[in-house]
């Protein structure tokens, strides 16, 4: 079992930043994969990024260029920066977790909301 604890979510005007956090229970060694998803209102959820421990790294195609997700396995922490926020980017951002043996998790995600 893996918890994880999520932090940073909020509210900012387009073009603005912020960056999530989640941190893991288990140690990075028996992660497979630590990621973030999205559901927006109204829609399914979708990955927004997602960081393997063999070094591979996709994004959404919406957000390539503007977030970034990167990784501190010594704190089992995955981060999600942000920039250039655009309205349709508002979201209950999730943590994603793949452990070693394949289960995965997911943190009780955070609330992203651009708004002027």
């Known amino acids: 079992q893996v918890q994880l604890v999520e932090s940073g979510g909020g509210s900012v005007q387009p073009g603005g930043s912020l960056r999530l956090s989640c941190a893991a229970s288990r140690s990075s060694s028996s992660i497979r994969a630590m990621g973030w998803y999205r559901r927006a209102p109204g829609k399914t959820r979708e990955l927004v990024a997602l960081s393997r421990s063999v070094g591979t790294i996709n994004y959404a195609g919406p957000v390539k260029g503007r977030f970034t997700i990167s990784r501190d396995n010594d704190k089992n922490t995955v981060y999600l920066q942000m920039n250039s926020l655009k309205p349709e980017d508002t979201a209950v951002y999730y943590c994603?977790?793949?452990?070693?043996?394949?289960?995965?998790?997911w943190g009780q995600g955070t609330q992203v909301t651009v708004s002027s």
């Open positions: 994603y977790v793949q452990s070693s043996r394949m289960f995965d998790y």
